[in-house]
């Protein structure tokens, strides 16, 4: 994905040695299903399951 | 030996059978009578026992031993069924609180429970897929609905294992219907992987709207709403009023509560229905109706899209309330995935592009046969793992994931949200996109990630139905906006990161910053930013 703006230099704020800094977390995630079906749910499954067929599973 | 796998679409009126064909495509198989669609209906006559087209032909003739509709009543208690009981229906009793049927074969009285005529039915189809192939059948993948209960899918799993059937898995129709359609499976590059689809299927008995989302590639199920009474056999019947009054109009003779005439004219009506579809009007021909008196005339789509007027504004009705449900307006709805044969009527089709102008619809794939061949999909990609694994993979543990609630993304000079990762992502996600740095000889970058929420939908106008005579339409929505694409704003800034001592004299642009953004399945953030072409990177983690 291409994001046609551009980024601009730090605010005059920040100090210059710092390189990043973390302000707050994401609004706590909700569990729910998703579908066991599709070869991206199985490389997840897979990722999960180290069972010998599931890790052979595409190249 | 080879593991031919298929997939099985065992739907309340008609079934079908789906393979991968040596050229990559899904072929939806005929049966020994040339058809694609095999009822689904068992019937007896005589010494005889008939499935599929067969039992559909005497249906007629022999009503009271031909069997319909089981589907609906697999996993069911005899007292939660409503029976129909009269000339042109079967007799139902309770086998051990088992619904079962009561019919005459072979000069004696059986009785065959739902689950053994699912059976025999699951056989027939199994049957006439290794007829077809030449061989014998590995396994298959069948669909449910997503209303179908555990013990409703055990009853049917174990129905088909006792037809001989190897069940692979069993998965929800509208997420085959994705498969089929390959929805945001592979998507070309540049074109969104994220995205929300509205799969509409409307079979024979029941109207079924899921909202599905995709993220990666991988499906979740956000909403489903059903009209368990809003099908192809609604429209049909609508049909079939139309026919008994034209017939009482010739002949004077009332039908409307001759049951067994009724049903010789609904035969009648669902061929000249799906003709409708095609031409703007259709014969429809019925042998002795009643009295010994036949009909013969023709019937005009515009006339039976009038007599549907209330069954459409129903659809339209249930479209609205899930969108509403889901807190979703019609322009956040990427793709209308159509499944199941009712929606090849025009007029479905013509009222859906009043309420999603903006929408993809997607006609690639023949609705009837979307969920077949998204089964057959998944059987040939599974057909090599263990059945364990294939059992391991659908539980919870695996299944259940956390989502993201609200959407990440970054923000543009003119406060515009951009969505990196939306809401509803299962989590872990990994999104990489691209940047240029701004203002020329610019040696370091700034980049401030935050979380979003949806700006509020604009206030819904009162809509005054107006009775639509089925003229395209064109008045009505003279001064209607379009449904807004939903758009964002930034509620908290979540983390900033810079790059810094890039090569120095770039003109402005010409920099390319890559930003991966990665959140882990408690919503710990990592993000890297990287120049492509120095490799110079910054990489920050929260804590
Ligand atoms: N060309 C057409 N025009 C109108 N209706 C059609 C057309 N083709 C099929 N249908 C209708 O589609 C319905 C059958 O669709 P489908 O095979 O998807 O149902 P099903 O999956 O067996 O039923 P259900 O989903 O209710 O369990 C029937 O009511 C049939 O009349
Ligand atoms: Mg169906």
Redesign the pocket.
């Known amino acids: 994905m291409v994001l046609d703006f551009l980024l601009p230099s730090p605010p005059k704020s920040w100090s210059a040695d710092k390189t990043s800094s973390f302000h707050a977390k994401i609004t706590t995630p909700t569990k729910a299903a998703i579908e066991p079906v599709g070869r991206h749910f199985l490389a997840h499954a897979r990722r999960h399951i180290h069972s010998r067929t599931f890790s052979e599973d595409e190249k | 030996m080879e593991s031919v796998v298929i997939g099985i ?1 065992f ?6 059978i789906a393979v991968l064909a040596p050229n990559g495509h899904f072929n939806v198989i005929a049966n020994a009578d040339g058809e694609r ?1 095999i009822p ?1 209906v068992v019937g007896f006559s005589g010494d005889e026992e008939f499935s599929g087209t067969q039992a559909l032909q005497q249906a007629v003739r022999n009503p009271k031993n031909t069997l319909q509709g089981f ?2 009543l697999i996993g069911k208690k005899f007292e939660e069924i409503k029976i129909s009981s009269d000339v042109t229906h079967p007799d139902m009793v309770s086998k051990d609180g088992v619904p079962a049927y009561k019919v005459s074969f072979k000069d004696q009285e059986h009785i065959f429970t739902v689950p053994a005529v699912v059976t025999k039915q699951l056989k027939h189809i199994l049957e006439e897929a290794e007829a077809y192939l030449g061989s014998k059948v590995t396994g298959a993948v069948l669909a449910v ?1 997503t209303y179908f209960s555990e013990h409703q899918r055990e009853v049917l799993a174990k129905s088909a294992a006792d037809a001989g059937i190897n069940v692979l898995q069993i998965i929800q ?1 509208p997420v085959a219907a994705a498969l089929a359609y390959n929805f945001g499976q592979n998507p070309a590059k540049g074109d969104a992987q994220d995205k929300t689809a509205l799969v509409l ?6 109207f ?1 709207i899921t909202v599905l989302s995709v993220r990666s590639g991988i499906y979740t199920i956000l909403e489903t709403a059903h009209d368990e009474a809003l ?3 609604a ?2 019947d609508e049909l079939v009023n139309l026919v008994a009054q034209e017939f009482k109009k010739k002949t004077k003779v009332d039908v409307s509560s001759n049951k067994k005439a009724l049903l010789k004219i609904r035969t009648a009506a ?1 061929i000249t ?6 031409s703007a009007s259709a014969p429809c021909s019925v042998e002795s109706v009643a009295e010994g008196l036949d009909y013969h005339g023709s019937i005009n789509r515009l006339r039976f899209e009038l007599a549907s007027t209330k069954l459409f504004a129903k659809c339209n009705q249930l479209i609205e309330h899930i969108l509403e449900k889901s807190q979703l307006t019609a322009g956040a709805i990427d793709e209308i995935l159509l ?4 929606t ?2 025009p007029k479905f089709q013509s009222k859906l592009r009043d309420i999603f102008p903006e929408t993809t619809m997607r006609l690639d794939q023949e ?2 046969e979307a ?1 077949t061949v998204g089964c057959a999909a998944q059987a040939s990609l599974i057909a090599g793992f263990e059945k364990e694994d294939i059992v391991a993979s659908t539980k919870e543990n695996i299944t259940v994931t956390p989502h993201t609630v609200k959407p990440i993304g970054v923000v543009g000079s003119n406060d515009e949200f951009f969505t990196i990762i939306p809401n509803h992502t299962p989590l872990p996600a990994k999104r990489v996109f691209e940047f240029g740095q701004a203002a020329a000889g610019q040696q370091e970058v700034y980049f401030a990630l935050y979380e979003g929420e949806q700006d509020p939908l604009p206030p819904k106008k009162e809509k005054v139905e107006k009775v639509d005579i089925g003229s395209d339409d064109e008045e009505e929505d003279e001064e209607e906006e379009l449904p807004a694409k939903p758009t964002y704003h930034k509620t908290t800034l979540l983390a900033e990161v810079v790059l810094k001592d890039l090569p120095a004299g770039a003109k402005a642009g010409s920099l390319h910053i890559e930003a991966t953004v990665h959140v882990d399945v408690s919503g710990k953030t990592s993000i890297t930013l990287r120049e492509k072409k120095s490799g110079k990177q910054v990489r920050a983690e929260s804590a």
Do not use: C, H, W, Y
């Open positions: 679409n739907g309340s009126s008609n079934s079908s669609m689904s589907r609906k609905p129709e299927d409307m079979g024979a008995s029941s079924d099908g192809g056999d429209f049909t669902e229905k799906k003709q409708l579809a095609r499944v199941g044969g009712a090849r009527m609705s009837d969920i």
